[in-house]
């Protein structure tokens, strides 16, 4: 049973940063996604940002394009997303997921971290 475990998410002004990390308890397949979701009140869970193994390969949603940066480190079984120039829109709770083997859907969730950006 594989466990995500995030952490790093807070309280920041508009315009900050913020590093959110994600450890995976173990490694399923040799080959499989990790990603960041985010929920905002009141709206649906959207995706933030995926990162491929053992590829590198980075996806990003429109609206966080050049201001987030997901990044991995295989020895720790961790991924990373380093959040740059936030806005009060990037406020929400932010989950980490993976999906193992690529294609069987986000399967494992983690608990989710809350960031809060403040004007």
């Known amino acids: 049973q594989v466990q995500l475990v995030e952490s790093g998410g807070g309280l920041v002004q508009a315009g900050g940063s913020l590093r959110l990390s994600c450890a995976a308890s173990?490694?399923?397949?040799?080959?499989?996604?990790m990603a960041w979701f985010r929920q905002a009140p009141g709206k649906e869970r959207e995706f933030v940002a995926r990162?491929?193994?053992?590829?590198?390969?980075?996806v990003y949603a429109d609206s966080v394009k050049g201001r987030f940066t997901i990044s991995r480190d295989n020895a720790k079984n961790t991924v990373y997303l380093q959040m740059n120039s936030l806005k009060l829109e990037d406020t929400a709770v932010y989950y980490c997921?993976?999906?193992?083997?690529?294609?069987?859907?986000?399967?494992?969730w983690g608990q989710g971290t809350q960031v809060t950006v403040s004007s």
């Open positions: 997921a993976m999906d193992s083997p690529i294609g069987s859907g986000y399967n494992y």
């Open positions: 990162i491929t193994w053992p590829s590198g390969i980075t």
């Open positions: 173990v490694r399923t397949f040799s080959t499989y996604y």
